[in-house]
């Protein structure tokens, strides 16, 4: 049996250059060349890829997919600071849902974890309509094996996502408190990562729990 | 002599169950599909798939709802009421796709592989072309992450 026992580290095998060079991200685990290698039989299960990390150790993602890096640069700090030339400054999603994933350093799983609860307060008392509507719909999970380099990966899974609403954690915490003290809580943030985040922006799909639907044709 | 080889054979006699349990266990266990379970209370796992397949991968991740949905397994049903599919907005610059799949919460235990369920909506003559499908469809499996929730910023 395949089971990911979140009580135990999994082995990481090194990525294959062919998935890497053609994804962008850091695959452990089989790669398509292990899988086509393959003599499958009806009954068999293909490999379920292994514990890895979709944050790569550099600063490339996910193609496709934002690749942000808030402790090295402005783009999700609080709108007070000095501002920088106009790289992305927001995090929006242009779809139903988003995922963001942090690879956070060990010594400072605490830290962040402190950010996330005055994230989660800041919206709650907010007046903003919008910022209750991203809070509804905004979870976050710790993963149990580690991330790369030894990190610890959160997940920020934002599902529903509010359409064109601005996720910066930054914006966030200024606009709830003091200006001094939403920078102290960003500066918590950015100093808590142990490598890039990756955002990926969602379309859903499908749920299993609802109903069959007939499929519609995505538009062009 | 007589009395050893009496011994011996009965003991051979009281163990021979044994052995064949053992047997037959492994021979059940090695014709059984590999499962995939998870321990974690959330699981967010991401596959690309090739760019002329994305059909087919949905039509596969139709047979899994499907399969779930029939199911006599008293798990299916909480397996199917805590798993959603996404597509990545943006395709990859190879043109991949990137699908996530976020099941909340996982049932201990269940099988989440998804071959062995959507197979339980296909008659077994048509599982090899089911198999083939997914495969062609499927560039990688990306990631696994199973964690526990730490915060619901909705409550």
Redesign the interface.
């Known amino acids: 049996?395949?089971?990911?026992?979140?009580?135990r580290a999994l082995p990481v095998r090194p990525a294959l250059a062919a998935?890497l060079a053609?994804?962008?991200?850091l695959?452990?685990?089989?790669?398509?060349a292990a899988?086509?290698a393959q003599t499958?039989?009806?009954?068999?299960?293909?490999?379920?890829?292994?514990?890895?990390?979709?944050v790569a150790e550099t600063a490339d993602a996910?193609?496709?997919?934002g690749t942000q890096t808030p402790a090295t640069d402005d783009s999700d700090a609080p709108a007070s600071t000095p501002a920088k030339p106009a790289v992305s400054t927001a995090r929006l999603f242009?779809?139903?849902?988003g995922?963001i994933?942090s690879p956070v350093k060990t010594t400072k799983v605490m830290d962040f974890?402190m950010v996330?609860?005055r994230?989660?307060e800041a919206?709650?008392k907010s007046i903003h309509p919008a910022r209750r509507q991203?809070?509804?719909?905004?979870?976050?999970?710790?993963?149990?094996?580690p991330g790369p380099g030894g990190s610890v990966?959160?997940?920020f899974?934002m599902?529903p996502a509010v359409k064109g609403a601005d996720y910066t954690v930054g914006k966030i915490l200024m606009e709830a408190f003091p200006q001094e003290e939403a920078l102290a809580i960003f500066d918590a943030y950015t100093s808590s990562f142990a490598g890039p985040q990756s955002l990926?922006?969602?379309?859903?799909?499908?749920?299993?729990?609802q109903?069959?639907k007939p499929?519609v044709p995505e538009p062009k | 002599m007589r009395r050893l080889s009496g011994l011996l054979l009965a003991g051979a006699i009281m163990m021979l169950p044994a052995f064949s349990q053992d047997h037959v266990r492994a021979a059940e266990q090695a014709a059984a599909?590999?499962?995939?379970?998870?321990?974690?209370?959330?699981?967010?796992?991401?596959?690309?798939v090739n760019p002329d397949k994305v059909a087919d991968y949905?039509a596969v991740?139709?047979k899994?709802?499907?399969a779930?949905?029939k199911s006599a397994r008293p798990e299916a049903k909480a397996?199917?009421?805590?798993?959603?599919?996404?597509?990545?907005?943006?395709?990859?610059?190879?043109g991949?796709l990137?699908?996530?799949h976020?099941i909340n919460p996982v049932v201990k235990d269940a099988d989440y592989?998804?071959?062995?369920n959507a197979?339980e909506a296909v008659p077994?003559a048509e599982?090899?072309a089911?198999?083939?499908t997914?495969?062609a469809a499927?560039?990688?499996?990306?990631?696994?992450?199973?964690?526990?929730?730490?915060?619901?910023?909705?409550k």
């Not at chain 2, 499927?138 to 909705?154: C, E, H, N, R, Y």
Request: avoid cysteine.
């Open positions: 049996m395949k089971q990911y026992d979140s009580r998935v053609v994804s962008a991200i695959v452990f685990g089989p790669s398509a899988l086509a499958p039989r009806p009954g068999d299960s293909l490999p379920a890829p292994h514990a890895q990390s979709p996910v193609a496709g997919v242009a779809s139903e849902s995922l994933l974890e996330v609860a994230i989660h919206l709650a991203q809070a509804a719909g905004w979870k976050v999970y710790r993963a149990t094996e990966l959160f997940v899974l599902s990926l922006s969602l379309r859903f799909l499908d749920d299993f729990s109903p069959a499929r | 599909p590999q499962k995939t379970t998870f321990t974690g209370d959330a699981v967010i796992q991401a596959f690309s949905e991740m139709g899994l709802k499907e779930l949905a397996q199917a009421a805590g798993w959603k599919v996404f597509k990545n907005a943006v395709p990859n610059p190879d991949t990137v699908y996530v976020v592989s998804i071959l062995n197979y077994a599982q090899r089911l198999y083939d997914y495969r499927l560039k990688a499996p990306l990631f696994v992450i199973q964690g526990a929730l730490t915060s619901d910023f909705g």
